[in-house]
């Protein structure tokens, strides 16, 4: 399959059709987000799912992931409800996020989970304080190329730490795993094998000095289909399976991968409609396209252009001709593509609908609230 030109599924085509919703909205297909599950489940049997809620916290797409079974990383209290209004089983929430409140892991705690991320130190000291019959997740810096949207800067600890702090735990009588992210939109399967060389020789070290690491967090960066494109779902479940094989021939307790984006991406299409169409001088070949939906309505990722949507026009199969495309708001930050070179048909104009494809992941919640007066990207699940 060559997935450039994958489409929206038909239920989402007959409803973009015959809506007149008002636009800017994402519509998300609840049955790819299942048929995506089931494609990494397979690609990666030895691992449990846990989804990165952050990706799309939608109760529709939450509710068919629980009666999967599927397992959940949730990075705040109001995501654990989330999970739970939906049913989910507490004992399969995680909470990854290596930032807590105290009071939050205490809320976390009164509503049953029981696995914290951490990164550093005083934040152990945090969880033996108010969670000490917790299992402790300590997340390893690995600075990995090849994502589109990378994850490292903020998070992490270095190899040594992360021995230090495996150790610690385990002398605090807790259950602890090592965990990682090798950047989101991770084009390059090399990756996984690369970091988790360096987790194998951290986990020898520490087992070494006493602990006994019974898990192991592969985080997410499986893609979702943008215009550069990404190896297909089984090529990154041989990467995976043949990295664990060589650097964790033993095995571990539990194998977990934290997908978001894979999930949810594919699974929802962005409609904007055009507002203007302008030249920014007479001789300039550029046109401007500003849509109803920028920077401030979900799609916070084309910071620096990194993750480059595909788009659909009712003109497609026309002549094109170079534009750059912004939002409507009067932030001058608000500019889509500027620098990506981006072709649109030449006779786009004003009122027609544009639709950002692969647009369910990462969108709806990066919507501001009211940034200029404009209301926050709505959504539809179909
Ligand atoms: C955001 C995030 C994920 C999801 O990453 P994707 O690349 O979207 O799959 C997984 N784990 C953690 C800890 C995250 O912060």
Known sequence: MNTRHLLPSAKIAEFLATTDAP???????????EQRYRELVTAIPSANVYYAVKANPGLPLLERLAALGSAFDVASPAEIDRCLTVGADPALISYGNTIKKRRDIEYAVSCGVSRFTIDAQPELDKLIDVAPAASVCVRLRHECGGADWPLSRKFGCDAPDVERLLVAASEAGMQSGVSFHVGSQQ????????????????VGRARDRGAMPSF????GGFPGTYLEDAP???AYGGAVRDALALWFPEGLDEIMIEPGRYLAADAGVLRSEVVLVSRRSPEDDVRWVYLDCGKFHGLAETMDEAIRYRLRTPHDGTPTGQVALAGPTCDSADVLYEKTAYELPLALAEGDMVDILSAGAYTTTYSSVGFNGFPPLDEHFV
């Open 232 to 234: 297909p779902i089984h």
């Open 216 to 219: 192991l967090n592969l985080g």
């Open 187 to 202: 084009r390059d399967l090399g990756a996984w094998d690369e970091t988790l060389e360096v987790v194998a020789h951290i």
């Open 23 to 33: 636009t800017p909205f994402v519509v998300i297909d609840v049955d790819l987000v």
